[in-house]
């Protein structure tokens, strides 16, 4: 079993900076990819970026270039640092782990708002 624990939403205005955390314990040992997700009201949950632990990332386009997803050395920690917020960006942010045998995980999700 894998807990996560996500930190670090909030309000912000348009073109400010948020950086996401999600905290890792429990079976860290079988972590494999981690990432972020995010839904906004009345849509699909959808993919904000990955990371291996090789560190290859991957992101969604409407993201590339403005935020980055990095680990911690201990490969534990998963933060996404968001830059150039929009307001198409609001929605629940939701911290994902995948282990090495495919068990998948989630945070509670922390909500981010881009408003003026």
């Known amino acids: 079993q894998v807990q996560l624990v996500e930190s670090g939403g909030g309000l912000v205005q348009p073109g400010e900076s948020l950086r996401l955390s999600c905290a890792a314990s429990g079976s860290i040992f079988s972590i494999g990819i981690m990432g972020w997700y995010r839904q906004a009201p009345g849509k699909q949950r959808e993919l904000v970026a990955t990371?291996?632990?090789?560190?290859?990332?991957n992101y969604a386009d409407s993201v590339k270039g403005r935020f980055t997803c990095s680990t911690d050395d201990a490969k534990n920690t998963v933060y996404l640092q968001m830059n150039g917020l929009k307001p198409e960006d609001t929605a629940r942010y939701y911290c994902?782990?995948?282990?090495?045998?495919?068990?998948?995980?989630w945070g509670q999700g922390t909500q981010v708002t881009v408003s003026s």
């Open positions: 994902y782990v995948k282990t090495w045998t495919s068990s998948e995980y």
């Open positions: 990371i291996t632990p090789g560190d290859t990332r």
